[in-house]
């Protein structure tokens, strides 16, 4: 493992609702040190759920549209990133459509313990070869 610097989730601003987010997101090992093995990246995985949580707090009051999510790749730590999203001026893409993830899929073993699939949703997504895995909050209905 290097001595790269760490993201530490409370340096990390969160954008405040008068603002837009296109896409905005942040990542937390920078440097893949969690590429290292599952008990290196587990902390990285932990902090970005922390992280999340504090999102979906910190956006739960507004009244403006928005959406949160996590990408996770199966095979890079560096790329992992939480995500907001909202109405902006840069592009018609709000809602995020999540067109090429699959939902509902089994949680690997290694983020098991990690993510709560009754409040959660999690999906998969395979482009090119590449697995990554997503998290979103639970529609209520």
């Not at 993201?7 to 969160?14: C, D």
């Not at 603002?19 to 902090?47: K, M, V």
């Not at 790329?79 to 509902?104: K, S």
């Amino acid at each position: 493992m290097n001595d790269s610097p760490r993201l530490n989730p409370e340096s990390v601003r969160i954008p405040d609702e008068d603002g837009w987010c296109d896409l905005w997101h942040t990542h937390f090992d920078w440097s893949g040190d969690g590429n290292c093995g599952t008990a290196e990246r587990r902390p990285f995985i932990q902090q970005l759920m922390q992280f999340f949580h504090d999102v979906e707090t910190h956006t739960s009051t507004w009244t403006k549209p928005n959406q949160q999510w996590i990408v996770i790749d199966e095979n890079d730590s560096s790329q992992d990133a939480v995500y907001l999203h909202t109405p902006n001026p840069n592009r018609d893409n709000f809602p995020y459509t999540f067109d090429a993830v699959e939902w509902g899929v089994d949680v690997p073993d290694w983020l098991n313990d990690l993510i709560d699939t009754q409040t959660h949703e999690f999906g998969r997504c395979i482009f090119n070869d590449a697995t990554t895995f997503w998290v979103r909050r639970r529609s209520v209905a």
